[in-house]
Each structure stands twice: as structure tokens, then as C-alpha cells.
């Protein structure tokens, strides 16, 4: 009997390698909480132990990209194709850049550095999950895992008040998005009575009641949509990021966003396809890209005219980040657009090289706002850096880098990203989806007002009091120039990686271009 | 030397950004800021030598390139570093290497603060202005297009008069918004390309007009008339042609005097210069259409120009203005679309280069001693400084158009060119071309008064002024820098025909593309074949 039902539980394919780089960030998540139980007082273990687990979580998955595809693993559960591979690294790579970029701080601001350690790694693993997730259940797991770990994590400046109710809010409207999300993949179940994504995509076409499935993909449209701050459920946005400490709002607008873009692009890509033939597909099809265009013109135009208007440059890099957040949604559109699968894989790719090297940009950005911030940000108005340009060179210099990064100049990764995601959408010729490539392109042209100000006011003006440039911390240096290595490394050389994350084969294409 | 043959345009390019990194890094081990100036009077010059193995090949058959290089770059959006020089922008890369050194010499003490910034930033706007002229992916064109902008925002932000920030960052903006149109542009046509051709699409110059030669790729009424509006407005502002011109006076006036220069000299002409690569060859039916609009512009331009840069008290802002009504005259020929009308626009190109860099040289000079722009601070200079008001007369007759210097070929073969364009005439019985070509003729005699005007002001009468009685006349170094611009304005004045043979078959090939479909040849002969018919 005992043998019949250990045979039972053990059939389901529960292949733990297809799950280890998950399971080695919770793991190491894990021991870094024990650890800092152990010995409190640790200053750079806890964070070695981290840096630790993602690398050797890195390796995995890039081991792992060598396989022929199994495509599902875990009874259907946990997807393995490029999206959560590509997507699997880019979170790696914020948090390893936060635990870096994060040294400084916490040990001006006196914050339980074991915990914050072990959160992060947690909040790297639901992020993990969610671009995993191949079961909207498992996406909602991975989803929340995430946010109630970023949750604490704005709240862990526990004196400051800015911080705590950074914290609060994130942690109402977000649990109030979640709920969206839930009550829409409720609706979904509901119509389709199946949680699996494939399944759902497979019967959508027939699906029982095509009202419902509207109803629940809006919601799940509004739940992601505030995940990952598409306007109008962006409000929460520049209050979370100016009030939670400067590396963490970094990780925040470059993480979890990323994380729920993964899971968008899944459940409305790969769920919710056009169908040949079948009108309630076509309908829902129709509705989710014309709304998500809809969505992204407003996110596009409204976070290039808020952020014109910031003084604080955390309030701007928050307002850029909802700009950004719409750059993105061009991309997603266009894999949703998509006439082959082969062209959607490149879409979905140049989403995730764009969230990539948004990434890197804006956690190199905070890493340098946060550590010309000081103690609890006071010094992050752009008034503040008057005239610096010429006092700390290569602090300004990066800092330049990415501003020109994030306004998409060329020579920057920035440019290649806002070439790939407009792409995809061009080419489908929808009216609706070109306009918007077109509105992206006006708001980039916007943002280099408010990014060329902070050049302007580092280098064109002087400065009226004395200033010396802050002590830069060896690990704070490896992040920050890894950044800009990084940002003018895939400015040039971005083929290979890009090849990477469509999954296409860089020799084929080279033949043909030397023909 | 095979392998600089092999890789001339690559090291022409890279060269200047090797010596930016390696002024940076002397600078960052030395700690000495004074010495950057030779670095990149070195760098500059050897650039310009380099660029002379130019002329070891001839002219380029139709449709070729010399010096062609082409290698992959991001395969996986088939986007390849391929660059070549032919007649069109042969003579611009010139230009370029040849303003350079000229550059670096006028900010030799002129630059007091952040020298090694200074100087790097100016090689790096010589590699992404020579990308410009001779690459031939239009993905990577706008990527050194919009790389001009970063270092030219900085020359003016950090080293420029008092309205500086103001003048940087309009420049910017205006420049940026117009190209991310373009690249819009650009990657539509990529898919265009795409879905002619049934494969996958393409950025490259060659191919993507190859396609539309042999009629596989054919632009619809509607996509063909905006991607045309989205190169065009792009390389409108940068030109700049008349409403969108207004980035010009404030830049040209905050620039220092190596910024003035470079900005005058060679970074409007890539605007004028992607018009006739881009717009006339892959949307030539368009041009042709948009001609009268860009005509009326050029004129425009022309005479507001003139207007405006007669009232200016400020001497570097009149000199600006200038800059309008000469690029009008460039324009203007341009779209004549006759063959002496394009080539004396090419040629046009060459001379505001020369002449107009040298007046902003020399109104530096003049600052850098007074340090100031207003013209009624001066006064008598021709008593005090005899050479300088000698050079600077003959540079001022040199813009006028004075026969036997440069200006009077070009505006020469412009209003020539315009006489005998058709592409005004929609009926035969109303002559616009010749009202567009007597305008451009009004506004040279505007540059007369103007400039002359300006000379009188400044140099003859008495010194009225008594800052101005013990000025210096220019020193060896001064002179030096000029002589080459001299000889240069006599001999492209004398001696046209190299230049223009140069230029020739190119600029005859882009004329054939414009006006080979003429519509109204066409339809003139379809009318009258139907009128014979009839009878």
C-alpha cells in the first residue's frame, strides 16, 4: 500500500533539475536567514552567501539553455523555453547588482543586513517563479513571494517616515492588484476550466463563455498592469520609489517590474493567441493588444510629461520608469502581433533584452543616486548635483552613461533595446500599434529634456557651495562600472546575447548577411 | 598599405576616438591639462593625411562604392557596418578631416578650462561626423547621426557663452526629436524591404534601393509620402531650412569658436547631405512632388535670412544668419533637380564650409581678444590689425561671391541650375523657376549689404574705441591656421573642375532617379499622344 502511493506521488515528472536555479536562490535564501540568526553580528557574509547562490543559479540556467527543450516540466507547472531563461538571468542580475550596489547603505543606515539579504533572495526566487510559471497558480504564488518580500524590504529604513509609508502603500495597492489579478485568473478558470496555460490557449478558441473570458483577462490586465505601473494603475509609483531607500527602489523599478512583465507576457502571449477560425479568440485577441496599446500610448505620454516636472531625481527616475514601462508594452505588443512563432520568440526576446539593460541602467543609476544621497536620500534634488561633473569625474561620467542610456542615444545598450522592441511592432502595420511606436519615439524625444537636465546640471553649472566627492566602496565600484561596462559593451556587441535570448542560431544569420 | 587601403574609412573613423580615449587617459596619469592640444592637433592632422589615400581611386561606377567595407554587426536584426565613399560624399570627408585640425588650432588658447574634455569631446564628434558621411546601413547612419549630437551638446554646454545650458539643450531636443522620427522611418522600411523582397528585411543603403531600381519594392502613395516627411523633417532641422531653423542662431552664437566652426563647417551639411543620399534617392517621386515646398522654403530662407543677419548688433549671431541664407542657397539647388543646380549645391556645401568656418575663426579671434560680440564695440580694426582685416575681407568676398573665389561658382551653378529647372513648371505658360532663381539672386545682393556692412562697421573709419587702439594683430599661429582656408576659397574658385569631377556622375545618377519618372514629362506625352489621337 505504502509502495503503491510513494509510486503515486512519484510519477508526477518531478524533475528537480529542471527547478534547481529556483531552488538554489530560495536555498540560499534560506541559509543566509539561518546564518544571520546565528551570528548577528556578520557584515559581508550574509551578502557573499547570496552572491553566492545567484552565481552558481546563473551557471545553471545558462547550462540549462543548452538543452533540447523538454518545453513543460512538473506536470505542465513550470515552463522551461527562453522566456524564463532570458528572464531567469535578468533577475539574477538585479539582484546581484542590488546586493552590490546596496553595500554602502546599509551600513550608513544601520539596517539588519542578514535579513535584508535573505529577503531579496526571496524575492528573487518568486521572481524566478513567475517567469517560470507555466500555471496562472504557480504565477500568483511566485507574484506574491515576490511583492511581500519587496514590501518589507521598502519598509526597512524603520525610522523614517517617508519610508514606512513607502511601505504601506505598496503594501494596499498592491495586495488590492493582487486581488485583480486573482479574481481574474478566477474568471479565466472559469471559462476556459483549466489553469494551464497551453490548455488555455488551446481553448480559448471554444471557450464556454467568451464574456467571461473578457472580463477575467481585464482584470488580470489591470492586476499585472499595476505590477508593472502602466498608466492609469501607476499612482502608486512615484511615492513608493522617492519614500523606499534609493538601492531598493532601484531593485523595485527594475525587479518586480521586469518579473510581472515575464508573467504578462506569458498568460496574454502565450494564453490568449489568435486562433484561426475561432471568433472568441479573435475578439479576446483583438481587445487585450488594442487595450494594452490604448494603455501604452497614456503610460508613454504621461510619465515623459510628469517626469519633465520632478525636482527630486529619484521622483524622475520613477516617472521615467512608467515611461519606460510603456516602451516595453510596444515590444509585448508586437509579440502579441506576432504571425510566427518564430516571430513572436523574437519579441518576446527583445522584451526581455529591454528589460535587461533597463535593468542594469536604472540599478546603476540608483546605485549612484543612492551614494551621492547620503543618509536617507537628503541629497537628491537635481540642485544637488550642481556642477559635480568635473569634481568626481567618473561618478558623473557613468552617471551620463546611463542618463544617455535611458533617453536611448546611440552606442548605448539603451538604443539597440528601443530598436528591438519597436520592431516587432512595426512590423505587424496595425494603425493602432504603429501610432503608438510613433508616440514611444515623440516620448523619447521628450525624456531628453528631463534626462539631458541631470548632464546639464553636473557639468553646464557650477557649483556656489564646497563639495567633496563621497568615498565609493570597492563593491559599490565593481557594480557601477559593471553597469557601464555593460550599457557600452551591448551597445556594440549585443548580437550574441540577443541571439541567446530569441533562442535563434547567431551562424545561420551571419550567413546570410555575408552573402 | 593594403591594409590601410582595406580599412581606410574603419581607421578614419576609429582613429579620433582612439585619441580621445588616449588624451583622457594621459590626462588621468599625468594629471597635465595643457598638453591635449597637441595630441589633438596630431590626431586631426593625421586623420587629414590619412584621408588624402582618398584619392588614390577614381570615381566610383554608378550605384559603387570605393573603400566599400562589409561585415556584419547585429545579425539578428541583419544590420551590418558597411561604409563607402562615392561622389556624393567624397568631397565631405574632406571637408571634415580637412576643418578638423583647423579646429583645434582656433581653440589653441581660446579654451581655458577643461582642456583634455575639451579636446576629446572634439574628436569624437570628428569620428561620429565622418561615420555619418560614409556609411551605408541606415540603421548605423543614424546611430553616428544621433552620436554627433552628445558631444557637440557638451562643447556648447560646458565651453559656451552665457546662454549657454539654453542654447545646448535646444540643440538637442530639436535635433533628437526630428531623427526618432527617422527612426521610425528607418525600421519601417526594414519591413518594407521585408515584405518585397519576401525575406528577412534589411537596413542597407545598396539593397534597399537596389530593390526599388529593379521594381520589387514599391512604395505605396500613402508609406511613401511619410517615411519621405520623416527623413525629410529629420534633415530639415538639421540643415536647417527655414521654420525649423531657429536651434541654429542660439547654438552657432553660445558655441565657442572650434564649436561655431565645426557646427557651420560640417554638421549642417549632413543634413543637406542625407537629403540627397536618402530622400532623393528612395523617395524621388516624393521629392519631386515636395519640390515647390522646399523650394519656397529655400527662399524663404534666402531673404529672412539676409534680413535677420542685417539687423544683428551681434557680430557672431549675423554670421549665424548667415549660415541660413546659405544653406538656403544649398537647398534650393538642390531640388532644382538639374544637374548643374545639384552639383553647384554639392559644391555650395563645400564653400559655406570653408568660407563661413573661417568667419567664425575670425570673429573668435576678434573675441577672444576683446570678449565681445557687439558690433559697435568695435570699429577701425583696419588700422589696428591690418592682416586681420585683410583676411577677414577677402573670407567676406569669398561669402559674398566675388567671381575668382569659391561662393560665386556655387551660387553661380545654383541659379543656373534653377533657371533651367522644370520642376516648377506645373503649366507651361507660368515660369516659377524663374521667379525662385531671381530671389536667390536678391538675396546675394542682401549678402552684400550685410557682410559689407558689417566690414564697414568694423574695420574702416577711425578707431572710435579706445580698447581697441592697442590690440594685437594675429600672431604666426593665427595666420598659419587661416592660410589654408585662403588658399583653399582661390582655389576653388579658380579651378572648380577637379571638385566637380569628382562629384559628377554621382550627382548625374541621383538627377536620372529623380527625373527619370518624371510625371510631368510623362503625362505631357500621354496628353498629347491622346490629343492626336482625338483628332
Known amino acids: 500500500?505504502?509502495?503503491?502511493?510513494?509510486?503515486?506521488?512519484?510519477?508526477?515528472?518531478?524533475?528537480?533539475?529542471?527547478?534547481?536555479?529556483?531552488?538554489?536562490?530560495?536555498?540560499?535564501?534560506?541559509?543566509?536567514?539561518?546564518?544571520?540568526?546565528?551570528?548577528?553580528?556578520?557584515?559581508?557574509?550574509?551578502?557573499?552567501?547570496?552572491?553566492?547562490?545567484?552565481?552558481?543559479?546563473?551557471?545553471?540556467?545558462?547550462?540549462?539553455?543548452?538543452?533540447?527543450?523538454?518545453?513543460?516540466?512538473?506536470?505542465?507547472?513550470?515552463?522551461?523555453?527562453?522566456?524564463?531563461?532570458?528572464?531567469?538571468?535578468?533577475?539574477?542580475?538585479?539582484?546581484?547588482?542590488?546586493?552590490?550596489?546596496?553595500?554602502?547603505?546599509?551600513?550608513?543606515?544601520?539596517?539588519?543586513?542578514?535579513?535584508?539579504?535573505?529577503?531579496?533572495?526571496?524575492?528573487?526566487?518568486?521572481?524566478?517563479?513567475?517567469?517560470?510559471?507555466?500555471?496562472?497558480?504557480?504565477?500568483?504564488?511566485?507574484?506574491?513571494?515576490?511583492?511581500?518580500?519587496?514590501?518589507?524590504?521598502?519598509?526597512?529604513?524603520?525610522?523614517?517616515?517617508?519610508?514606512?509609508?513607502?511601505?504601506?502603500?505598496?503594501?494596499?495597492?498592491?495586495?488590492?492588484?493582487?486581488?485583480?489579478?486573482?479574481?481574474?485568473?478566477?474568471?479565466?478558470?472559469?471559462?476556459?476550466?483549466?489553469?494551464?496555460?497551453?490548455?488555455?490557449?488551446?481553448?480559448?478558441?471554444?471557450?464556454?463563455?467568451?464574456?467571461?473570458?473578457?472580463?477575467?483577462?481585464?482584470?488580470?490586465?489591470?492586476?499585472?498592469?499595476?505590477?508593472?505601473?502602466?498608466?492609469?494603475?501607476?499612482?502608486?509609483?512615484?511615492?513608493?520609489?522617492?519614500?523606499?531607500?534609493?538601492?531598493?527602489?532601484?531593485?523595485?523599478?527594475?525587479?518586480?517590474?521586469?518579473?510581472?512583465?515575464?508573467?504578462?507576457?506569458?498568460?496574454?502571449?502565450?494564453?490568449?493567441?489568435?486562433?484561426?477560425?475561432?471568433?472568441?479568440?479573435?475578439?479576446?485577441?483583438?481587445?487585450?493588444?488594442?487595450?494594452?496599446?490604448?494603455?501604452?500610448?497614456?503610460?508613454?505620454?504621461?510619465?515623459?510629461?510628469?517626469?519633465?516636472?520632478?525636482?527630486?531625481?529619484?521622483?524622475?527616475?520613477?516617472?521615467?520608469?512608467?515611461?519606460?514601462?510603456?516602451?516595453?508594452?510596444?515590444?509585448?505588443?508586437?509579440?502579441?502581433?506576432?504571425?510566427?512563432?518564430?516571430?513572436?520568440?523574437?519579441?518576446?526576446?527583445?522584451?526581455?533584452?529591454?528589460?535587461?539593460?533597463?535593468?542594469?541602467?536604472?540599478?546603476?543609476?540608483?546605485?549612484?543616486?543612492?551614494?551621492?544621497?547620503?543618509?536617507?536620500?537628503?541629497?537628491?534634488?537635481?540642485?544637488?548635483?550642481?556642477?559635480?561633473?568635473?569634481?568626481?569625474?567618473?561618478?558623473?561620467?557613468?552617471?551620463?552613461?546611463?542618463?544617455?542610456?535611458?533617453?536611448?542615444?546611440?552606442?548605448?545598450?539603451?538604443?539597440?533595446?528601443?530598436?528591438?522592441?519597436?520592431?516587432?511592432?512595426?512590423?505587424?502595420?496595425?494603425?493602432?500599434?504603429?501610432?503608438l511606436v510613433v508616440v514611444a519615439v515623440i516620448g523619447s524625444a521628450i525624456s531628453a529634456y528631463y534626462y539631458l537636465r541631470l548632464l546639464v546640471v553636473m557639468f553646464f553649472r557650477e557649483r556656489a557651495v564646497d563639495w567633496t566627492p563621497p568615498r565609493v566602496p570597492s563593491a559599490l565600484t565593481t557594480a557601477i562600472a559593471a553597469a557601464v561596462l555593460a550599457v557600452l559593451y551591448f551597445g556594440l556587441f549585443s548580437n550574441g546575447l540577443i541571439h541567446k535570448f530569441a533562442g535563434t542560431a547567431p551562424k545561420a544569420a551571419e550567413v546570410r548577411a555575408e552573402r | 598599405m593594403d591594409l590601410i587601403n582595406q580599412n581606410l574609412l574603419t581607421i578614419l573613423i576609429l582613429l579620433p576616438t582612439i585619441g580621445a580615449i588616449g588624451a583622457i587617459v594621459y590626462k588621468a596619469v599625468t594629471k597635465d591639462d595643457s598638453s591635449q592640444r597637441w595630441f589633438a592637433l596630431v590626431i586631426t592632422t593625421l586623420n587629414f593625411l590619412i584621408s588624402l589615400l582618398l584619392f588614390t581611386r577614381g570615381v566610383p561606377a554608378v550605384g559603387g562604392f570605393e573603400f566599400e567595407q562589409n561585415v556584419p554587426w547585429i545579425s539578428a536584426i541583419h544590420t551590418n557596418y558597411h561604409v563607402g565613399v562615392d561622389g556624393l560624399s567624397f568631397w565631405l570627408v574632406l571637408l571634415t578631416t580637412f576643418i578638423m585640425p583647423l579646429s583645434v588650432l582656433c581653440a589653441w588658447t581660446a579654451v581655458e578650462k577643461k582642456k583634455t574634455a575639451f579636446f576629446a569631446f572634439l574628436l569624437l564628434l570628428e569620428s561620429a561626423m565622418l561615420g555619418v558621411f560614409v556609411t551605408l546601413d541606415l540603421l548605423v547612419f543614424y546611430l553616428f547621426f544621433e552620436a554627433s549630437l552628445v558631444p557637440m551638446f557638451f562643447l556648447i554646454g560646458v565651453w559656451g557663452g552665457k546662454n549657454r545650458i539654453y542654447a545646448a539643450v535646444k540643440f538637442f531636443i530639436f535635433t533628437a526629436v526630428g531623427s526618432l522620427l527617422m527612426l521610425v522611418a528607418i525600421i519601417a522600411l526594414y519591413y518594407i524591404y521585408a515584405g518585397a523582397v519576401q525575406g528577412s528585411g534589411s537596413f542597407d543603403f545598396v539593397e534597399i534601393l537596389a530593390a526599388m531600381q529593379s521594381g520589387k519594392l514599391v512604395l505605396g502613395q500613402q508609406a511613401g509620402m511619410l517615411l519621405f516627411l520623416a527623413f525629410a523633417l529629420s534633415f530639415a532641422i538639421k540643415v536647417p531650412i527655414f521654420p525649423v531653423h531657429t536651434w541654429l542662431p542660439d547654438a552657432h552664437t553660445e558655441a565657442p569658436t572650434a564649436g561655431s566652426v565645426i557646427l557651420a563647417a560640417i554638421l549642417l551639411k549632413m543634413g543637406t547631405y542625407g537629403l540627397m543620399r536618402f530622400n532623393f534617392a528612395f523617395f524621388p517621386d516624393q521629392a519631386r512632388e515636395t519640390a515647390w515646398i522646399f523650394i519656397t522654403l529655400a527662399v524663404i530662407g534666402i531673404i529672412y535670412g539676409a534680413l535677420v543677419a542685417m539687423v544683428q548688433p551681434d557680430w557672431k549671431r549675423l554670421i549665424a544668419y548667415t549660415s541660413v541664407a546659405h544653406m538656403g542657397f544649398v537647398v534650393l539647388g538642390m531640388f532644382s533637380f538639374t544637374e548643374l543646380g545639384m552639383q553647384g549645391a554639392v559644391y555650395q556645401m563645400l564653400n559655406h564650409g570653408v568660407s563661413t568656418g573661417a568667419l567664425f575663426i575670425l570673429v573668435g579671434f576678434a573675441y577672444e581678444r576683446r570678449h565681445t560680440r557687439e558690433i559697435s564695440e568695435y570699429g577701425g580694426l583696419a588700422n589696428v590689425m591690418p592682416n586681420y582685416a585683410a583676411i577677414f575681407i577677402i573670407t567676406t568676398m569669398s561669402s559674398i561671391g566675388l567671381p575668382f573665389l569659391n561662393g560665386f561658382v556655387g551660387e553661380f551653378l545654383i541659379m543656373v541650375g534653377m533657371f533651367e529647372s522644370n520642376i516648377l513648371n506645373i503649366t507651361d505658360s507660368t515660369n516659377w523657376n524663374y521667379v525662385a532663381a531671381m530671389a536667390a539672386g536678391v538675396g546675394v545682393i542682401l549678402a552684400a549689404v550685410y557682410l559689407l556692412w558689417l566690414v564697414q562697421r568694423v574695420f574702416f573709419g577711425k578707431v572710435t574705441n579706445a580698447e581697441n587702439k592697442k590690440l594685437t594683430d594675429l600672431n604666426a599661429r593665427e595666420i598659419g591656421l587661416m592660410i589654408p582656408l585662403l588658399v583653399a576659397m582661390v582655389v576653388m574658385g579658380v579651378y572648380p573642375r577637379p571638385f566637380l569631377e569628382r562629384t559628377d556622375l554621382a550627382i548625374k545618377t541621383i538627377e536620372a532617379r529623380v527625373m527619370k519618372s518624371a510625371g510631368g514629362a510623362v503625362e505631357k506625352t500621354e496628353l498629347d499622344t491622346k490629343a492626336l489621337e482625338n483628332r
Open chain 1, 1 to 435: 500500500m505504502s509502495n503503491f502511493l510513494l509510486a503515486q506521488l512519484t510519477t508526477p515528472n518531478a524533475d528537480i533539475t529542471l527547478i534547481l536555479p529556483e531552488i538554489v536562490v530560495a536555498f540560499a535564501g534560506i541559509v543566509v536567514m539561518l546564518y544571520d540568526s546565528f551570528f548577528p553580528k556578520q557584515k559581508a557574509v550574509s551578502g557573499a552567501i547570496g552572491m553566492l547562490g545567484i552565481l552558481i543559479s546563473a551557471l545553471l540556467l545558462v547550462l540549462m539553455w543548452g538543452d533540447s527543450y523538454p518545453g513543460t516540466a512538473w506536470s505542465g507547472m513550470i515552463a522551461h523555453d527562453n522566456l524564463r531563461l532570458s528572464f531567469g538571468l535578468v533577475f539574477l542580475m538585479i539582484a546581484a547588482m542590488t546586493i552590490l550596489a546596496s553595500t554602502l547603505w546599509l551600513e550608513i543606515e544601520g539596517v539588519p543586513i542578514g535579513e535584508f539579504h535573505a529577503l531579496l533572495l526571496f524575492a528573487t526566487f518568486g521572481m524566478m517563479m513567475m517567469a517560470a510559471g507555466n500555471d496562472l497558480v504557480v504565477i500568483f504564488l511566485g507574484l506574491e513571494t515576490s511583492s511581500i518580500a519587496t514590501y518589507v524590504m521598502a519598509g526597512l529604513r524603520k525610522g523614517d517616515l517617508r519610508s514606512n509609508e513607502s511601505a504601506l502603500k505598496y503594501f494596499v495597492l498592491g495586495s488590492f492588484a493582487s486581488a485583480f489579478l486573482l479574481y481574474g485568473m478566477a474568471l479565466v478558470y472559469g471559462a476556459t476550466g483549466t489553469t494551464n496555460i497551453p490548455l488555455i490557449a488551446a481553448s480559448v478558441g471554444a471557450a464556454k463563455f467568451p464574456a467571461l473570458l473578457l472580463i477575467g483577462s481585464a482584470m488580470m490586465i489591470v492586476g499585472f498592469g499595476f505590477k508593472v505601473a502602466l498608466a492609469p494603475f501607476h499612482v502608486w509609483t512615484p511615492d513608493v520609489y522617492e519614500g523606499a531607500p534609493a538601492p531598493i527602489t532601484g531593485f523595485m523599478a527594475a525587479g518586480p517590474k521586469a518579473a510581472a512583465f515575464a508573467s504578462f507576457v506569458r498568460v496574454f502571449v502565450l494564453g490568449f493567441p489568435l486562433v484561426a477560425g475561432a471568433q472568441a479568440a479573435g475578439i479576446l485577441h483583438e481587445t487585450w493588444t488594442s487595450l494594452l496599446a490604448v494603455l501604452g500610448i497614456i503610460t508613454i505620454i504621461f510619465g515623459n510629461v510628469a517626469a519633465i516636472l520632478q525636482n527630486n531625481i529619484k521622483r524622475m527616475l520613477a516617472y521615467s520608469s512608467i515611461a519606460h514601462a510603456g516602451y516595453a508594452t510596444v515590444g509585448f505588443i508586437g509579440a502579441g502581433l506576432a504571425k510566427t512563432a518564430a516571430e513572436r520568440n523574437e519579441a518576446i526576446a527583445a522584451v526581455a533584452f529591454y528589460l535587461f539593460v533597463y535593468a542594469i541602467t536604472n540599478l546603476g543609476a540608483f546605485a549612484i543616486v543612492s551614494l551621492l544621497g547620503q543618509r536617507n536620500d537628503r541629497r537628491a534634488e537635481f540642485e544637488d548635483y550642481n556642477g559635480i561633473g568635473f569634481k568626481a569625474p567618473l561618478l558623473s561620467f557613468s552617471l551620463s552613461v546611463f542618463m544617455l542610456s535611458l533617453l536611448g542615444m546611440p552606442l548605448t545598450a539603451g538604443f539597440i533595446g528601443k530598436v528591438l522592441v519597436f520592431r516587432p511592432a512595426l512590423e505587424s502595420g496595425n494603425v493602432l500599434v504603429v501610432s
